[in-house]
């Protein structure tokens, strides 16, 4: 498909233009007139050269979108109408491309949802599926309203996460900086001073250690580097097979401290996508087949099949949820409750909002206690690489003063 800007003239004589993704001009206008539109302008858009990351879209342009949406649709606007609008007001060209392309399939007959499908880089199969529900259940504007929430909650759980890492990244990486420079320029200009004085055959333990490693460095640097790089491509190439990816994701949630974090997060959003869908109409048995697609954890994806298999048997949810050995009890506790209650949707967006704010609270700790095991183990290297400098001067201005 290519776009086409085009000009065209209502009954009444209004000028109307637009852009529209057609195959030729001939669609375009059988697709203007079947608008009661007489075209007297169409022309072929340049291609312009783009490079997108990801889906292009960013999570503010998707939330922004479904939210004003949601008012059109609350409004009586016609979704073609709405779509219209919208991709006219979107900044983002690759957005409006796409929206462009799901207004087309909308006027051709496809519903809002199979249309939203073609575009899966974009509208995700939790989004897809909460917009089929609410096509069904005629309630397309609350579900939208509930999308737009559940996408800002999910977007603040993942800024929390990555601003965690932010501070440990930026000190390992000056870290590795300082420890080359010592190792490579410092510590090699400190040798050089000691064998000028005389004193490189009679240098302390400490001090000839770190030469050692000092001179490992520097002479076998291209075998050095190569192994890091080997190592790096080694994990990389473990972690995509189904194997290694399912050990390290077991690793990462038995890890003191990190894997209790990582614990509380994969609640926090089993719950929330699954209290979202569920409070949509979406089946149970498809609304945890779409959470275990978004898990983000290959353990917790197969607990929550498990629990789905044994669903599809006749079973409750909180049997199996616990025999997984990866919510905690009291997580299985409440939804048990949920269950016998008939408010599963509103227990699940409880234990959400609180696991939230335990994730609050275990961000900030692991935080606050990497920080201090950051700083303890770069002072103590570089410590221990000045103490190792000086000692050969302390020692030769010994000798000077007892001469």
Same mark, same amino acid.
């Given at each position: 498909?290519?776009?086409?800007?085009?000009?065209?003239?209502?009954?009444?004589?209004?000028?109307?233009?637009?852009?529209?993704?057609?195959?030729?001009?001939?669609?375009?206008?059988?697709?203007?007139?079947?608008?009661?539109?007489?075209?007297?302008?169409?022309?072929?858009?340049?291609?312009?050269?783009?490079?997108?990351?990801?889906?292009?879209?960013?999570?503010?342009?998707?939330?922004?979108?479904?939210?004003?949406?949601?008012?059109?649709?609350?409004?009586?606007?016609?979704?073609?109408?709405?779509?219209?609008?919208?991709?006219?007001?979107?900044?983002?060209?690759?957005?409006?491309?796409?929206?462009?392309?799901?207004?087309?399939?909308?006027?051709?007959?496809?519903? =809002?949802?199979?249309? /939203?499908?073609?575009? +899966?880089? @974009?509208? %995700?199969? !939790?989004?897809?599926?909460? &917009?089929?529900?609410?096509?069904?259940?005629?309630?397309?504007?609350?579900?939208?309203?509930?999308?737009?929430?559940?996408?800002?909650?999910?977007?603040?759980?993942?800024?929390?996460?990555?601003?965690?890492?932010?501070?440990?990244?930026?000190?390992?990486?000056?870290?590795?900086?300082?420890?080359?420079?010592?190792?490579?320029?410092?510590?090699?200009?400190?040798?050089?001073?000691?064998?000028?004085?005389?004193?490189?055959?009679?240098?302390?333990?400490?001090?000839?250690?770190?030469?050692?490693?000092?001179?490992?460095?520097?002479?076998?640097?291209?075998?050095?580097?190569?192994?890091?790089?080997?190592?790096?491509?080694?994990?990389?190439?473990?972690?995509?097979?189904?194997?290694?990816?399912?050990? =390290?994701?077991?690793? /990462?949630?038995?890890? +003191?401290? @990190?894997? %209790?974090? !990582?614990?509380?997060?994969? &609640?926090?959003?089993?719950?929330?996508?699954?209290?979202?869908?569920?409070?949509?109409?979406?089946?149970?048995?498809?609304?945890?087949?779409?959470?275990?697609?978004?898990?983000?954890?290959?353990?917790?994806?197969?607990?929550?099949?498990?629990?789905?298999?044994?669903?599809?048997?006749?079973?409750?949810?909180?049997?199996?949820?616990?025999?997984?050995?990866?919510?905690?009890?009291?997580?299985?506790?409440?939804?048990?409750?949920?269950?016998?209650?008939?408010?599963?949707?509103?227990?699940?967006?409880?234990?959400?909002?609180?696991?939230?704010?335990?994730?609050?609270?275990?961000?900030?700790?692991?935080?606050?206690?990497?920080?201090?095991?950051?700083?303890?183990?770069?002072?103590?290297?570089?410590?221990?690489?000045?103490?190792?400098?000086?000692? +050969?001067?302390?020692?030769?201005?010994?000798?000077?003063?007892?001469?």
């Amino acid at each position: 498909m290519a776009e086409f800007v085009w000009e065209a003239r209502s009954r009444t004589g209004e000028l109307k233009k637009g852009v529209m993704d057609a195959d030729d001009e001939n669609a375009v206008q059988t697709r203007l007139r079947s608008q009661q539109l007489m075209p007297t302008k169409i022309k072929k858009r340049a291609a312009a050269f783009s490079f997108t990351i990801g889906s292009g879209v960013s999570t503010k342009d998707l939330v922004t979108f479904t939210r004003l949406f949601a008012t059109m649709i609350d409004a009586g606007l016609p979704i073609v109408q709405c779509l219209d609008i919208l991709c006219n007001q979107t900044d983002n060209r690759h957005f409006a491309t796409v929206l462009r392309d799901v207004k087309a399939n909308v006027e051709q007959g496809a519903t =809002f949802s199979d249309s /939203l499908r073609r575009h +899966p880089k @974009v509208f %995700d199969p !939790l989004y897809v599926n909460l &917009v089929q529900a609410g096509e069904v259940g005629g309630i397309l504007d609350t579900i939208l309203q509930r999308l737009a929430i559940y996408i800002e909650k999910a977007m603040k759980l993942k800024r929390q996460v990555r601003g965690a890492m932010v501070y440990p990244s930026a000190v390992g990486v000056i870290f590795c900086g300082v420890l080359g420079i010592l190792l490579g320029w410092v510590i090699p200009s400190f040798k050089n001073i000691f064998k000028d004085l005389g004193s490189s055959d009679e240098l302390p333990w400490l001090t000839q250690v770190v030469v050692t490693v000092s001179e490992a460095f520097v002479g076998y640097f291209p075998l050095v580097f190569l192994g890091f790089v080997g190592a790096a491509v080694t994990l990389v190439y473990l972690y995509r097979t189904p194997a290694g990816k399912k050990f =390290f994701h077991r690793m /990462l949630l038995k890890m +003191p401290v @990190v894997g %209790d974090v !990582l614990r509380k997060i994969a &609640v926090a959003r089993f719950t929330r996508t699954l209290g979202t869908l569920l409070a949509s109409g979406v089946p149970i048995l498809d609304a945890l087949e779409i959470v275990a697609k978004t898990a983000g954890n290959v353990i917790v994806e197969e607990g929550i099949m498990y629990a789905r298999a044994k669903i599809s048997e006749g079973k409750n949810m909180a049997g199996p949820l616990l025999e997984t050995n990866v919510f905690p009890p009291m997580v299985v506790q409440m939804v048990g409750v949920g269950e016998q209650t008939g408010a599963l949707d509103a227990m699940l967006s409880k234990i959400a909002d609180f696991y939230e704010e335990e994730v609050d609270v275990a961000v900030a700790a692991l935080t606050s206690l990497i920080e201090p095991i950051m700083m303890v183990t770069i002072g103590g290297t570089v410590g221990v690489v000045l103490i190792a400098m000086y000692l +050969p001067i302390f020692s030769i201005a010994g000798k000077i003063k007892a001469d």
